[in-house]
Every structure is written in structure tokens, then in C-alpha cells.
């Protein structure tokens, strides 16, 4: 079973709507949280990075983390066709390796 | 403009051969990273660095190889020994602080075998 688990998708959406990415978590060793936004051919950007347990909010973008669950959410309001892309969620320890372990990405399509 | 610059953008392999991917980096940052994105399965660590001269396994460290001779620069040579190499490889790099800075990444470059 891998560490991180995050749904491939594709999930296609309709211009405005409110889009919901989630990933699972298995190691409760994980502190850190990020989620990164990766357009075709290109590398990941970084779009939200959380500590611990809560939300966080960046215009368009909140991230939810909920460590008790072992779950995480990125939640995008008013959805464009520029945010089409594969998202990727990302954690990683307090000490030790700082490497990030990485869901496997999901692909959103947002239709005009 | 502050960045992370790989090189080639593509790549290909004949077999046997070694081959060298550049990752270069403007943003003083201490730790530099190696990944490999293959359809369906994320990212993976290849090998990463938290201090010039000094650099550790990732997950999946077989058939590759590192060096770290200036902060700025953190090449990885595929070598003859990676049997499956077509994939998307990705630098990245973070500061080494308190907590765990997040990472920032390079567009890639893509190998493929001839």
C-alpha cells in the first residue's frame, strides 16, 4: 500500500464550479503538507503549504488538513480552464529525511 | 529572475551509455533533490543533497549517480545500469531551516531511449 493516495482522475468540471482534491495519508509521521499544480510537459508549481492540522486560504485556493482523519483537501471556488492541469498533493516528516513523498497526482479538466 | 534550470529539456539514451542531466539553481538554497515522475505513479526520490560534498539515497538510487561539487549545481548521470530510464526527471530545491521549507522544482527533462 503506498503512503499517499490521491484519486488519478481525470475529473472534469464545468467553468465556476467549485472543484475538491483529496488525498489519504497513511504515516501520521507527517507534518508538513503542500500541494503543487503541474501543467503538461512542465515542472510542478507550488501552490499551498501547510503545517500540521487546519485551513489555509490563498484566493481562489484553500487547503484543509485534518491529521486525525489523515486526510487532506484542496478546494478550488470559481474553477477556470486555465487551472486544468494535474494537481499533486505532498507531505513530508519533522526530522529525518526532508524529502517530500508525493500522491500519485490528480488531472483536472475544467470545461468552458 | 531566481530559478531552477534543468538541462536538455530532452534527452535520448542509446544503450550502454551513461548520460548527464544539469540542474542548476539561483536561489541559495542549501538542499537540492532528484526526482523521477513516471505515468500513474507521482513523484520519486532519486537522490538528494542537504550540503555541498555530501549527498544520500533516495528510494530508488540504482543505476544513478550524483555529485555536488558547488551549491548552485547538482547534475545526475543515468548510467547503463538503469535498465527502464525513459521518465521525466525533476530538480528541485528548498532552504534547510527550521521546519521543512517547501520544495521548488525545475521544468524537467525528459530521457527516452534510442
Known amino acids: 500500500q503506498k503512503e499517499v493516495e490521491q484519486d488519478p482522475g481525470p475529473l472534469s468540471v464545468p467553468e465556476g464550479a467549485i472543484v475538491s482534491l483529496n488525498c489519504t495519508y497513511s504515516?501520521?509521521?507527517?507534518?508538513?503538507f503542500m500541494w503543487y499544480r503541474q501543467y503538461s510537459r512542465k515542472g510542478p508549481e507550488l501552490l499551498m503549504y501547510?503545517?500540521?492540522?487546519g485551513n489555509k486560504e490563498d484566493g481562489r485556493f484553500t487547503a484543509q488538513v485534518d491529521k486525525s482523519s489523515k486526510y487532506i483537501s484542496l478546494f478550488i471556488r470559481d474553477s477556470q480552464p486555465s487551472d486544468s492541469a494535474t494537481y499533486l498533493c505532498?507531505?513530508?516528516?519533522?526530522?529525518?529525511?526532508?524529502?517530500?513523498?508525493f500522491g500519485s497526482g490528480t488531472r483536472l479538466q475544467v470545461q468552458p | 529572475d531566481g530559478g531552477i534550470t534543468q538541462s536538455p529539456k530532452y534527452l535520448f539514451r542509446k544503450e550502454g551509455q551513461n548520460v548527464t542531466l544539469s540542474c542548476e539553481q539561483n536561489?541559495?538554497?542549501?538542499?537540492m533533490y532528484w526526482y523521477r515522475q513516471d505515468p500513474g505513479q507521482g513523484l520519486r526520490l532519486i537522490y538528494y543533497?542537504?550540503?555541498?560534498?555530501?549527498?544520500q539515497k533516495g528510494d530508488i538510487a540504482e543505476g544513478y549517480s550524483v555529485s555536488r561539487e558547488k551549491k548552485e549545481s547538482f547534475p545526475l548521470t543515468v548510467t547503463s545500469a538503469q535498465k527502464n530510464p525513459t521518465a521525466f526527471y525533476l530538480c528541485?530545491?528548498?532552504?534547510?531551516?527550521?521546519?521543512?521549507?517547501?520544495?521548488?522544482f525545475g521544468d524537467g527533462t525528459r530521457l527516452s531511449i534510442l
Open positions: 528541485a530545491s528548498s532552504i534547510l531551516g527550521a521546519g521543512n521549507q517547501p520544495q521548488h
Open positions: 501547510t503545517y500540521s492540522s
Open positions: 536561489l541559495n538554497h542549501d538542499a
Open positions: 543533497s542537504q550540503i555541498v560534498n555530501d549527498f
Open positions: 504515516n501520521s509521521a507527517f507534518q508538513y
Open positions: 505532498a507531505m513530508s516528516k519533522d526530522t529525518g529525511r526532508r524529502a517530500l513523498t
